[in-house]
């Protein structure tokens, strides 16, 4: 059993950074790929980067470069360093995982799959 807990959602500035994190439990988590997904209100769900147990990443084009995902397995947590924040960016973030590679993970949303596990959601608000 994997559950997927996150923190660190809040107030940011336009321009400004915040990091989220996610600890994740069970032995599983430490062997899928792991990402974040986020909604915002009257838009479809969003995969935005994933990160698989051998550090290959992948970000959707709307967060490269401005957000950056990285994992520890020994504590286990996911973080999701957001940078140079926009209004756009302000959603509801999930930490999901599944069984797939780090280059597959993004496009299953957008397949109609959906993850193994979500989390409860962090609210990201930009002012």
């Known amino acids: 059993h994997v559950q997927l807990v996150e923190s660190g959602g809040g107030l940011v500035q336009d321009g400004g950074s915040l990091r989220l994190s996610c600890t994740n439990s069970?032995?599983?988590?430490?062997?899928?790929?792991l990402g974040w997904a986020r909604q915002a209100p009257g838009k479809e769900r969003e995969a935005i980067a994933a990160?698989?147990?051998?550090?290959?990443?992948s970000y959707t084009e709307s967060v490269k470069g401005r957000f950056t995902i990285s994992r520890d397995n020994d504590k286990p947590i996911l973080y999701l360093q957001m940078t140079s924040a926009k209004a756009e960016d302000a959603a509801m973030y999930y930490c999901?995982?599944?069984?797939?590679?780090?280059?597959?993970?993004?496009?299953?949303?957008?397949?109609?799959?959906?993850?193994?596990?979500w989390g409860q959601g962090t609210q990201v608000t930009v002012s």
């Open positions: 990160i698989d147990k051998d550090g290959r990443i």
């Open positions: 069970g032995y599983i988590s430490k062997t899928i790929t």
């Open positions: 999901v995982g599944d069984f797939v590679p780090a280059e597959k993970f993004l496009n299953l949303l957008l397949k109609g799959h959906d993850y193994e596990y």
